[in-house]
């Protein structure tokens, strides 16, 4: 009876120090934003955990000083009660007193950290790190209280660690900040598991990609613009305004260099339909204007402020270059959606194998989306028809080839001296 005794004790002191074990790795390991998640949804513990979570010199030399007493326990208990009773039964085998008593402590030693290793460390452990937050709410209450109870003790194991970290020139520790590249990883690993669909992540990841990409890749370029004359007949503009989808045109004065303004076509149409003339310079607005190195969020917050909601880019020298609007940074965050998925059985039906693009694709989302490296002069571009000129190096002529990153670039049109379709084939 007193030897059940004695190992329920000893496993309630293993049990402890699992606690105590659990409770470190959880709240190392435990993400502070989805401790602020649990906070909000009011999880008791989760403000306390994330407080002890921001500065693990709050709780760890609490958990030393628990896991160092429960060592000394279990060791001083082992030694002093198990040993003796399994001393009594190694005697009753007829094994000479010389033997026994090393025998006996040697083979309580070896159980006693056996079960401490995988019941006070690795089980807990591995719990811990599976759901590192949850127990760390859960934990955080006990380990707080304990750290009140040891402050003497904890206070002296503080202070001395962050003495010896002077030592060697350092201090607290530092902040965590969250990377670009650590995102990509988690939004890749939620795609993964399942968490994520794959539209969301590549939603996410257009998004981070907003900040360091430059308006002039997402603006419409001046040869692609539909743009009025303010010298055109009235006819000639109504003709214009019928055969474009768009809503907002851009006012030149003769030549698309030399822009004057920005009409919208309600305007005009109010002004036809009301029984006036045809005025372009009555319903002339000037529009913002943006340097083409800014970058698209910077750009977005603009328009947002804009009641037009257009801007001309302009290049360091004043030229006109193109015009933005927010629809086309919204495009940039979730796609083209006039971008139709090719049919079942075409050559361009594989996706993973071959992909036809505009030339006006931007280049990142191409470097993305078939992992290509380091793209040459990458920077000065923006468009997959500037990587087919760096490429080439010259101008490039349709049915002109060229391999690049395990993937066959073949201009299929163009227009004039503008790439218009290029195709991507996977080299085989």
Known sequence: MRFAVECVVLLVLIA?????????????????????????KRVPGAARARWLAADPQRFLPTVQVGVTLVSVFIGVFGGAQLSDQVQAWLQRLAL??????????????????????VLGELVPKQLALRRPEVLAAHLARPIFWTARLTGPAVWLLGRSTALVLRMFGLTRFAAETVTEEELRAL????????????????MIERVLRLADKPVRALMTPRTELVWIDRTDPAKEIVATLKASPHSRFVVCDGEVDNVVGVVQAKDLLDRILGGGDLSVAAALRQPMVVPDTV????????????????????????SFEGVVTAADVLEAIVGDPTDAAPPPGSPEGGAE??????????????????????????????????????????????????????????????DGRRVEKVRASREV
């Not at 939004?187 to 590549?202: F, H, P, S, W, Y």
Request: hydrophobic content about 50%; proline content about 5%; cysteine-free.
């Open 16 to 40: 402890v120090n699992g606690v105590f074990a659990m409770s470190e790795l959880a709240l190392v390991s435990a993400r502070r934003a989805r401790l602020a998640v649990l906070e909000r």
């Open 96 to 117: 000479p007193n010389s033997v026994t008593g090393p025998l006996a402590l040697a083979l309580v030693v070896v159980v006693t950290t056996y079960l401490t290793l």
């Open 187 to 202: 939004l890749a690993e939620g795609a993964q598991a399942g968490v994520l669909e794959m539209e969301e992540r590549d």
């Open 295 to 318: 970058s698209a969020l910077d750009a977005l917050e603009r328009l947002k402020a804009d009641p037009l909601g257009m801007a001309l880019v302009m290049d360091e020298y004043g």
């Open 353 to 414: 194998k071959v992909l036809v693009m505009d030339g006006l694709m931007p280049v990142d989302e191409v470097k993305a989306r078939l992992v290509l490296p380091e793209l040459p002069a990458e920077g000065t571009y923006h468009t997959v028809a500037g990587l087919v000129l760096a490429l080439l190096r010259r101008v490039p002529r349709e049915g002109d080839r060229i391999v690049f990153g395990g993937w066959r670039f073949e201009v299929l049109a163009m």
